[in-house]
């Protein structure tokens, strides 16, 4: 930087980052990273991958190589099917169904909602899907709140996550906790967590009989 | 008393020498390391094994870490911070952002067998290009 005060320094530590031994540190297990000296793939661990293969002009052309990757990538994940909803008619699910809307969750946790135009999947264009959310920024409160404002959202406000597939969330990860920070144990601490715009709805989910709750849960889990 | 006000005063001149020497040898100390202050995005995993094997190659050298995300790094250059001596990040837009405001100077080191560019995008001054 301009105003280094210790230029010799930062010279020691760029040369250092850039030569052979601190490249070679990126295929250090904890790190993986590509290097961008290319002679440091020489002694690349087996099975690494080398963006410089078969380029020996040092031109990394994005339109063969990252970019197309990258497209294969988001295509994967855009034909991704969302998990099948279960236990649909089992009746302490249908009864938490209506207590879901009656107890206003689905003001922002909309169920369904239809997709706009997708030239680049046209199958995805016109399609109704149950993601339950509004994908909108909402205040939280304060005991969500992580005070660090991201673009437009506010150190309190938070996208409505969508719930689909949420009843699967131990089965893919027993550890999985939920929420931004995963600090929520189950769903029903994750709810208690709820506040700001959703305060009321949270108080109507407290002053429900156990057994409503219960229904509200068994819901989730079939999502 | 009197016995210990002249063991006080026996004790002084060594005393005051002692301290005189324990400041010099810590002002040297602290001279033979000179610290580098790199600001990075990088995790601690990534970080703690650059700073071990940079550290071990450069003894005179001590690591000083300042862990800041892109948005927030910004915000730590464009208001009047400590100068940071290297700033260490895969953020490419806070690179073209700084460049912008003169916040780098040269580094000439040698970049022999480095690309130029990645993707099109620049990775070095055109004063540091090979002629």
């Known amino acids: 930087m301009s105003q280094a005060p210790n230029t010799e320094g930062a010279r020691a ?3 250092f980052i850039l030569s052979d031994r601190g490249q070679q540190l990126l295929f ?5 990273k590509l290097p961008i000296k290319p002679s440091v793939y020489r002694n690349k661990p087996e099975g690494y991958f080398n963006p ?3 380029n020996p002009t040092f031109i990394y052309n994005g339109r063969k190589g990252l970019t197309r990757q990258m497209q294969q990538m988001e295509f994967y994940h855009l034909a991704l099917a969302v ?3 279960r236990h649909q008619q089992d009746p302490s699910v249908q009864r938490g169904k209506f207590l879901f809307i009656q107890s206003q969750c689905a003001a922002c946790h909309i169920p369904q909602v239809t997709t706009g135009d997708f030239p680049q999947l046209s199958v995805l264009s016109g399609k109704t899907i149950m993601p339950y959310s509004d994908f909108l920024l909402h205040d939280m409160g304060p005991a969500l709140a992580d005070g660090r404002p991201d673009f437009l959202a506010s150190g309190s406000e938070w996208r409505t996550p969508p719930l689909w597939g949420i009843g699967l969330a131990n089965t893919v990860d027993e550890q999985a906790g939920f929420l931004h920070d995963g600090r929520a144990l189950t769903l029903l601490e994750a709810i208690l967590w709820h506040g700001g715009e959703a305060e009321y709805v949270k108080q109507q989910v407290k002053a429900m009989p156990a057994q409503d709750r219960q229904s509200l ?3 989730l889990y079939s999502l | 008393m009197a016995s210990a006000l002249t063991i006080k005063a026996a004790l002084r ?3 005051q020498t002692l301290f005189i020497w324990l400041m010099l040898l810590s002002q040297m100390s602290l001279a033979d390391t000179a610290k580098v202050v790199v600001m990075t995005s990088y995790p601690q995993e990534v970080v703690s094994q650059f700073e071990a094997a940079f550290e071990k190659q450069y003894p005179q050298y001590k690591l000083e870490v300042l862990w800041r995300q892109s948005r927030d790094a910004m915000a730590y250059f464009k208001s009047a911070h400590h100068p940071v001596d290297v700033y260490w990040t895969p953020a ?3 690179f073209v952002q700084l460049e912008q405001m003169h916040a780098f100077q040269p580094l000439n080191i040698h970049l022999e067998g480095l690309p130029a560019t990645l993707n099109g ?3 070095r001054e055109e004063y540091t290009l090979p002629s």
Do not use: K, T, V
């Open chain 1, 13 to 15: 530590f760029a040369s």
């Open chain 1, 28 to 32: 250090h297990p904890d790190i993986r």
């Open chain 1, 52 to 54: 410089f293969e078969n």
């Open chain 1, 83 to 85: 998990p099948q909803s």
């Open chain 1, 217 to 219: 849960i068994d819901f």
């Open chain 2, 13 to 15: 001149w060594p005393i």
């Open chain 2, 92 to 94: 490419q837009r806070n």
């Open chain 2, 121 to 123: 995008f620049p990775l």
